[in-house]
């Protein structure tokens, strides 16, 4: 059974480790953090296994690098020594946005096997949406190990690596803007006389329920929302006002600048 490793248990690695031990006995998932406590506490909680990076580093089959872009040149180089001594095999599994699996390699001071993820936070509860690009030398074995330990945490697709960047900026930047537009519809519920709780419970839930529907029914995004706009009624009113605002328009230029994003970190 393999061992992971997380490296950073943040918002991302946090998740991951969640679901990972959904699947996985404590005893074989390893917590690391800059901040010790965060690690131990999460560990606790969990029933894994606290340790350091040096630890992660020497002993984890899937080793998590749950850093920003911008630390993992550092990270890297504390660990490049220890990964050069092993004798055993390893996964490096980036999540950093923009770095690709040849600069993760280069970084870490060696052609070792690198799966490069891009997640998302839904994966704390089983609900996310998990990009993923193997470099060339992950077997077909290891890939169905990753995967198998990564089951609870959502869907899986692989992507090829040159499309991840736009991927990321769908469904890894995608809560955030979902998040923003549970929060206006509430807000608008609100300003109608809805209590808080009430509007951002049904504002959450009517998000939800209308992408599992899109989901599970196989129908165009834009056929559903056909259905639900009845002649002369009262959705196809606030249609017109979100196209008159650019509300399309603004979605996919959010998507595009997070991409350029992604872009500029390379």
Do not use: W
Request: charged share 20%.
């Amino acid at each position: 059974m393999a061992t992971l490793g997380f490296i950073g248990t943040g918002s991302m690695g946090g998740a991951l480790a969640r679901a990972a031990r959904k699947g996985l006995p404590g005893d074989q998932i390893f917590l690391s953090n800059r901040t010790a406590e965060k690690a131990r506490l999460l560990a606790e909680e969990l029933g894994c296994r606290a340790a350091d990076n040096d630890a992660v580093a020497e002993n984890a089959d899937f080793i998590f690098l749950g850093v920003k872009p911008q630390m993992m040149a550092e990270l890297l180089a504390d660990i490049g020594p220890i990964l050069a001594k092993r004798q055993s095999r390893f996964i490096l599994v980036t999540m950093a946005a923009g770095l690709s699996i040849a600069r993760i390699q280069e970084l870490a001071g060696g052609a070792y096997p690198v799966i490069r993820i891009m997640p998302n936070t839904p994966a704390s509860i089983g609900e996310g949406m998990i990009l993923y690009a193997c470099g060339e030398d992950v077997t077909a074995d290891e890939e169905q190990a990753f995967l198998d330990a990564m089951a609870g945490a959502g869907r899986l697709s692989p992507l090829p690596e040159k499309l991840m960047d736009a991927g990321s900026a769908v469904s890894g930047c995608g809560p955030a803007f979902v998040d923003l537009f549970i929060e206006a519809l509430a807000d608008g519920g609100v300003a109608c006389g809805l209590p808080r709780a009430a509007a951002l419970e049904y504002a959450a839930q009517m998000v939800a329920g209308s992408a599992r529907l899109v989901l599970e029914s196989g129908k165009h995004p834009g056929a559903l929302k056909d259905a639900v706009c009845s002649p002369g009624g009262t959705t196809i009113q606030g249609v017109r006002v979100l196209e008159e605002a650019g509300f399309r328009g603004a979605v996919m230029d959010a998507v595009i600048a997070a991409c350029e994003k992604n872009a500029d970190l390379k």
